[in-house]
């Protein structure tokens, strides 16, 4: 038996290349929390099309503030304002509406094809359906989903088949860590293994502590601690290389840092192999 520990940085949501060609599809975001927001400063950068926005709590002046400040990514160096309920962000429209079912975003009427679902709430198939009801072709859901079907670029993207209209994009975890499993057991072959996340604090987490009746160390101040978590990374890249179902098991530390992640991967293997040679791979 073999083992080797290797490091695989965490590309943040900020970083995310979308495909080429997407210069044409347009894009729909649900929920302008933390997910949206970074989603959306993402396709400016990549000159992806947004034509509108939905998220019942947060009217366009407010989003107007929300593009424009970010206390971890910084100020946004475009031009952005507001007129008449509409978003103008470096002189192109954006649509803003604030309903709660999706069902009633009009979706067609604005042309948006592509719906990117990131509030946290819609995440199963039949609730993301509404998205489809109200004229979106494809959604993507940018959350945990117990149903729709996982797909990670380098991965099993191949396995993506047109009929599907709901797809799971998985967690930012789980699309650094499967590639390099899926590289790994290729190469090697993974008898077991352990994931170590080290993971930024994230808006779930208290700022100061606080009673948490479901979970007691989330109740700890997220700036003050390293607290520990529980984490399904480990059955998502079950699901995404069958191969690999049951055979890793994780576990979460949510440290006092805003931003940066990593994942550390520790495996037994059927074949030996030098610390040296996995780096080059």
């Known amino acids: ?3 080797t520990s290797c490091l695989f940085k965490l ?4 970083r995310f290349k979308f495909p080429r060609g997407l210069a044409n599809i347009k894009i729909g975001i649900n929920g302008f929390g933390r997910i949206g927001q970074l989603i959306f400063r993402c396709t400016l950068e990549q000159d992806i099309q947004v034509v509108a926005i939905n998220d019942p709590f947060i009217p366009a002046d407010y989003m107007v503030y929300l593009i424009k400040y970010n206390s971890t990514h910084g100020r946004f160096k475009g031009e952005v304002s507001t007129i008449k309920g509409k978003l103008f962000v470096n002189g192109k429209k954006i649509n803003v509406h604030n309903e709660k079912d999706p069902s009633d975003i009009p979706w067609s009427e ?16 039949a609730k993301c359906r509404s998205h489809l009801h109200a004229g979106a072709k494809k959604v993507i ?3 945990s989903s117990v149903d729709s079907p996982m797909f990670v670029m380098g991965v099993n993207e191949d396995k993506y088949r047109e009929n599907q209209t709901i797809i799971l994009a998985t967690s930012y975890t789980t699309n650094a860590l ?3 499993a899926k590289v790994v057991h290729e190469k090697f072959g993974i008898i077991e ?5 080290i993971h930024s604090y994230t808006v779930a987490q208290k700022t100061v502590d606080e009673s948490s009746n479901k979970n007691w160390r989330n109740g700890r101040g997220a700036t003050q601690n390293i607290i520990p978590s529980s984490t399904d990374d480990a059955k998502a890249v079950g699901k995404i290389i069958p191969d690999l179902n049951g055979k890793l098991t994780g576990i979460y530390f949510h440290v006092p840092t805003p931003s940066v992640s990593a994942t550390d991967l520790t495996v037994r293997l059927n074949k030996g192999v ?8």
């Open 274 to 281: 030098s610390h040296f040679f996995l780096i080059v791979i």
């Open 193 to 197: 293994g352990l994931i170590t996340t």
């Open 11 to 14: 590309t943040s949501t900020y």
């Open 110 to 125: 604005v042309g948006a094809e592509y719906i990117v679902e990131s509030t946290g709430v819609f995440t199963t198939i």
């Open 178 to 180: 499967a590639p390099l």
């Open 141 to 143: 859901i940018a959350a």
């Open 1 to 3: 038996m073999y083992e």
